[in-house]
């Protein structure tokens, strides 16, 4: 991991809106000689008096060249948290943004496997591989609850064709698959196991895809999980 001094920009809120029905976009100003690499993610704070010791980790969307930061957060409504709070944010309302810290870096062409909201750090790895035109072979396959919460389905159709692959769990489409991504699931999809692996979603996910993956013969050290 990349060490950073422990500074505080404060950024305003420039444009927002929600890209699923839970799924809301961030579009906020640029501190001056701000850099990161596609994946990496930085803490937030909301500038309030009341949510100051409230800080959480998100990946930026966007990629470093834009005059702005970007970043596509879930809004999780059932409860008084972070998110919550950020559902109710406009234009012109402040973040605090800290450290620039690790997460997932791209280290060559391969399979991108993602549970809902833990494809956020794949976003800005795709737009970058779009952009430099090295979208190449890689694949994603995308496990959702339902078709509603696929996040940038557009965008990712565009960009990956009949190489973004979907699956829901709790809806039967003639569109989607409707199946786990489990060791049977895997062996189907993909037929080279010695490509880069690139794993994000709930800890249980990533653990449960990990040892499958490793039993049907991925090399360990090219699973690529999020780093601390």
Not at 157 to 176: A, H, Q, R, V, W
Request: net charge negative.
């Amino acid at each position: 991991m990349e060490e950073y001094p422990n500074e505080e920009h404060i950024v305003k809120i420039l444009d927002t809106e929600y890209v699923t029905h839970n799924v809301r976009r961030f579009k906020v100003s640029k501190p001056e000689s701000y850099k990161y690499k596609p994946g990496q993610a930085t803490d937030v704070v909301i500038n309030l008096p009341e949510w100051k010791e409230e800080r959480r980790p998100f990946t930026f969307t966007s990629l470093n060249e834009w005059d702005h930061l970007e970043f596509t957060i879930k809004i999780y409504s059932d409860h008084n948290g972070v998110t919550n709070k950020l559902g109710t944010l406009q234009v012109g309302d402040e973040l605090i943004l800290h450290d620039i810290w690790g997460a997932i870096h791209y280290k060559g062409e391969g399979t991108f496997i993602a549970g809902g909201a833990g494809v956020t750090p794949f976003i800005a790895i795709f737009r970058q591989l779009q952009k430099d035109g090295k979208i190449g072979n890689n694949k994603l396959i995308f496990s959702n609850r339902t078709s509603k919460d696929i996040i940038l389905k557009d965008e990712f159709e565009k960009m990956l064709g009949t190489n973004f692959i979907n699956t829901l769990t709790d809806e039967k489409s003639e569109k989607y698959d409707n199946r786990r991504i489990n060791e049977s699931y895997l062996k189907e999809k993909i037929k080279d196991f010695s490509q880069y692996f690139y794993i994000c979603g709930p800890d249980a996910m990533i653990e449960s895809i990990k040892s499958e993956l490793l039993n049907i013969g991925a090399n360990e050290d090219k699973i690529v999980i999020e780093q601390f």
